[in-house]
Antibody
Framework: EVQLQQSGAELGKPGTSVKLSCKVSGYNIRNTYMHWVNQRPGKGLEWIGR????????IYAEKFKSKATLTADTSSNTAYMQLSQLKSDDTAIYFC?????????????WGQGASVTVSS | DIQMTQSPASLSASLGETVTIECRASEDIYNGLAWYQQKPGKSPQLLIYNANSLHTGVPSRFSGSGSGTQYSLKINSLQSEDVASYFCQQYYDYPWTFGGGTKLELK
């Protein structure tokens, strides 16, 4: 069974950075793309970007290009997302997701989510 | 970016009823569409991919259809455990985009 275990809740001050992790078990992340999605309080889902852990190639949604940095460590089978220059608007739940279905190109395995709260 | 317009935003239905949620893309997404169910405090769960393929373990009362720019999710014989929010998402082109969501409640 594929499992994505995310790091815990973060409390960050405005202007600082946080780094979230997503450790995958039961599947080699070199064989998938790792995606990140956020959900602001009471709102819908927003795709942030994805990384190909095999070569480090990334694609970001335009609004997150200067906000999020995606990395991956294939030796530990873990994906990371750093959020920089935190603002109150970054307060959200952040999910990692992987594409596991053979031949599929959809986010079918999700982490439990990590809460990020930005407050002084 | 491809815009996904989902309707209705909220829906109230009775147990056993059939409900349909619609999703319209701003351009042809060639069946690159997924439907997710999200319960409060939980992560989204994949229901349907490729517009009409039922994900493993998802009850057969869920079905997806559509093509081009118009897609729909149907839930037959609504059960209490189906109370949740539902999101469509296109993966035909980057950036991937979601519909605004539909909150399904029991009447």
């Amino acid at each position: 069974e594929v499992q994505l275990q995310q790091s815990g809740a973060e409390l960050g001050k405005p202007g600082t950075s946080v780094k979230l992790s997503c450790k995958v078990s039961g599947y080699n992340i070199r064989n998938t793309y790792m995606h990140w999605v956020n959900q602001r309080p009471g709102k819908g889902l927003e795709w942030i970007g994805r990384i190909d852990p095999a070569n480090g190639n990334t694609i970001y949604a335009e609004k997150f290009k200067s906000k999020a940095t995606l990395t991956a460590d294939t030796s530990s089978n873990t994906a990371y997302m750093q959020l920089s220059q935190l603002k109150s608007d970054d307060t959200a739940i952040y999910f990692c997701a992987a594409m596991v279905i053979p031949g599929g190109y959809v986010m079918d395995a999700w982490g439990q989510g990590a809460s990020v709260t930005v407050s002084s | 970016d491809i815009q996904m317009t989902q309707s209705p935003a909220s829906l109230s239905a009775s147990l056993g009823e059939t409900v349909t949620i619609e999703c319209r893309a701003s351009e042809d997404i060639y069946n690159g569409l997924a439907w997710y169910q999200q319960k409060p405090g939980k992560s989204p769960q994949l229901l349907i991919y490729n517009a009409n393929s039922l994900h493993t373990g998802v009850p057969s009362r869920f079905s997806g259809s559509g093509s081009g720019t118009q897609y729909s999710l149907k839930i037959n014989s609504l059960q209490s455990e189906d109370v949740a929010s539902y999101f469509c998402q296109q993966y035909y082109d980057y950036p991937w985009t979601f519909g605004g969501g539909t909150k399904l409640e029991l009447k």
